[in-house]
């Protein structure tokens, strides 16, 4: 039941009984989901749970095959992800998706591609139209770059730079996109725990400088508990819990999804 305050926030996305198969795997069993727009919202649960598939719904990878998504109060699901994407959706995903042997600067470029509109037309005429476009999205990325304290490594190829440097070029990407929601899937994966800390400052200030709601999976409860207004706990496609994160976490149901229930429990 929302509260008060709740009912008077925009709701950024809403998943109604979202359900997905991969063959006789049902994967997501209808769960319904609601982030509020400025919010960190995070999403946990085991291994295997169904969170990454709901973000893959989400973005249109795999679109639901029952439910529908929301994106403030627009239907989104059904569109491909590039239209999604336009609708400003921008994701990082749970393996390093970075474009091997270009440079930290001109893998942050690419997240300027859904804002640019290449013609024949503006090519000719370079110097007095496209110039000036290449201009303006240069800036924006300068920006992302100053933000997320990359200036250091601009022109160094990606594969040469650490990890945690990767994952930090991978978020400069997503907010290039300029998106409304952000989705970080599982952005700390592999980090020490400087990398996290470091990690987690450039997400606040990210969602504090750009406005920015975010849907976050992370498995170190550390982070989620720290930065998330609210979460969301899935286990085997389902959602179990829901609420401010220390209390969910410690959610009986979520800890027997975790470590299991015992008769003595």
């Not at 929302?2 to 997501?28: D, I, K, S, Y």
């Not at 160094?156 to 070029?169: A, N, T, W």
């Not at 998330?228 to 959610?251: L, M, Q, S, W, Y």
């Not at 027997?256 to 229930?261: E, N, S, T």
Request: charged share 25%; with cysteine.
């Amino acid at each position: 039941m929302a509260t008060t305050a709740e009912a008077a926030r925009r709701v950024a996305l809403r998943c109604e009984n979202v359900n997905r198969w991969f063959g006789g795997l049902h994967a997501l069993k209808g769960p319904d989901l609601a982030i509020f727009q400025g919010e960190i919202f995070g999403l946990v649960g085991p291994n295997g749970s169904g969170k990454t598939t709901l973000v893959n719904t989400v973005t249109g990878f795999y679109p639901p095959q029952k439910g529908r998504v929301f994106l403030f109060d627009e239907q989104i699901n059904g569109l491909p992800p590039y239209r999604i994407a336009q609708k400003g959706v921008a994701r990082t995903f749970q393996n390093v998706a970075l474009f091997r042997g270009l440079t930290v600067l001109d893998n942050i470029l690419v997240g300027r591609h859904i804002h640019m509109r290449p013609s024949a037309l503006a090519t000719l005429g370079y110097w007095w139209w496209a110039k000036k476009e290449e201009v303006a999205h240069r800036a924006k990325v300068e920006d992302v770059i100053d933000l997320l304290q990359l200036e250091d490594v601009r022109d160094e190829p990606v594969d040469v730079i650490p990890l945690g440097l990767q994952k930090r070029v991978e978020l400069a990407r997503a907010l290039a996109a300029e998106p409304r929601l952000l989705v970080l899937d599982e952005p700390m994966a592999g980090m020490n725990q400087e990398e996290k800390e470091y990690m987690v400052r450039f997400i606040l200030d990210a969602h504090e400088d750009l406005g920015l709601t975010i849907l976050i999976i992370e498995h170190h409860m550390d982070v989620v508990t720290s930065i998330c207004h609210r979460v969301a706990v899935f286990n085997d496609g389902v959602k179990i819990a829901e609420g401010a994160p220390r209390e969910t976490i410690n959610d009986p149901a979520v800890v027997a999804a975790y470590i299991g229930a015992s008769d003595a429990a």
